[in-house]
Every structure is written in structure tokens, then in C-alpha cells.
């Protein structure tokens, strides 16, 4: 097959072919980033955490194995936890976790919304 670049002269549309190769390797070097709605789940908790005063700032990095939305309680101390997204994890432990300050790992699974159930406050049974 050849390519065709210059316009559709003949009636045809034109193609481009891109060896799968070239499209794969193209694909693995992007930064992993989280997903609209994986964000919109981290955001909705972090809006929370911010109205009961318990975060103050947060920092979100795109690195090429893994994607990690740090908490801070103040931007000039390091991060609270890290909310992890590591996509070569997915098939083992999860893609997902979360881990404290000191690198211990609170949570870990394979979707999103029951590992940041680690920061859901649970009720207490209160005898009066």
C-alpha cells in the first residue's frame, strides 16, 4: 500500500499508515496521568478534606510508571499521603493505593473508589 499525501485528486480519500510498531512505542512513552473520572473522585474527597480543615493544598505529577496525587496539610511540609495510580500493578495488587507519610501503604486495589474509602470516617457506637 503506499501513501498518499498530497490531497484527494482522484475521488479517494487519502491515507496514512502508521506501522504498529512506531504507534505502540509512541503510546508507552507517555506520561501515565489519572482519568477524568478517577480525578473527579480524588477532587470530591479532597474538596471534603479541605472543608473539615484537615488539607490545604495538593500537587498532582505525571511520571512515565506511574501517576501520584500528593496531600499536604501546608504546601511546605511533604506530603500527607499519595494517591497512586501505577497501571503495571492492574493485573497483580491493583492499580490504586494509598500511602501515608512515612511510605507505609494504607490501601491498596484495583478501583478507585474502595481504596479512597481508607479516609471514610467510621461510626462509632457511643454509650451514653
Same mark, same amino acid.
Given at each position: 500500500?503506499?501513501?498518499?499525501?498530497?490531497?484527494?485528486?482522484?475521488?479517494?480519500?487519502?491515507?496514512?499508515?502508521?506501522?504498529?510498531?512506531?504507534?505502540? +512505542?509512541?503510546?508507552?512513552?507517555?506520561?501515565? @496521568?489519572?482519568? $477524568? !473520572?478517577?480525578? &473527579?473522585?480524588? #477532587?470530591?474527597?479532597?474538596?471534603?478534606?479541605?472543608?473539615?480543615?484537615?488539607?490545604?493544598?495538593?500537587?498532582?505529577? +505525571?511520571?512515565?510508571?506511574?501517576?501520584?496525587? @500528593?496531600?499536604? $496539610? !501546608?504546601?511546605? &511540609?511533604?506530603? #500527607?499521603?499519595?494517591?497512586?495510580?501505577?497501571?503495571?500493578?492492574?493485573?497483580?495488587?491493583?492499580?490504586?493505593?494509598?500511602?501515608?507519610?512515612?511510605?507505609?501503604?494504607?490501601?491498596?486495589?484495583?478501583?478507585?473508589?474502595?481504596?479512597?474509602?481508607?479516609?471514610?470516617?467510621?461510626?462509632?457506637?457511643?454509650?451514653?
Amino acid at each position: 500500500m503506499t501513501d498518499r499525501g498530497g490531497g484527494a485528486e482522484d475521488g479517494q480519500e487519502s491515507a496514512i499508515l502508521i506501522p504498529l510498531h512506531e504507534a505502540r +512505542r509512541e503510546r508507552q512513552e507517555l506520561p501515565v @496521568s489519572f482519568e $477524568r !473520572r478517577e480525578l &473527579e473522585q480524588i #477532587l470530591r474527597l479532597y474538596g471534603r478534606m479541605v472543608a473539615a480543615n484537615e488539607w490545604r493544598d495538593y500537587a498532582i505529577d +505525571r511520571l512515565p510508571d506511574r501517576a501520584v496525587f @500528593s496531600v499536604f $496539610r !501546608r504546601a511546605s &511540609e511533604t506530603p #500527607l499521603f499519595q494517591i497512586i495510580k501505577n497501571p503495571k500493578l492492574a493485573r497483580k495488587q491493583g492499580a490504586f493505593s494509598v500511602v501515608a507519610a512515612g511510605g507505609l501503604i494504607l490501601k491498596r486495589g484495583h478501583e478507585l473508589a474502595r481504596v479512597l474509602g481508607v479516609f471514610d470516617k467510621t461510626l462509632k457506637l457511643v454509650e451514653a
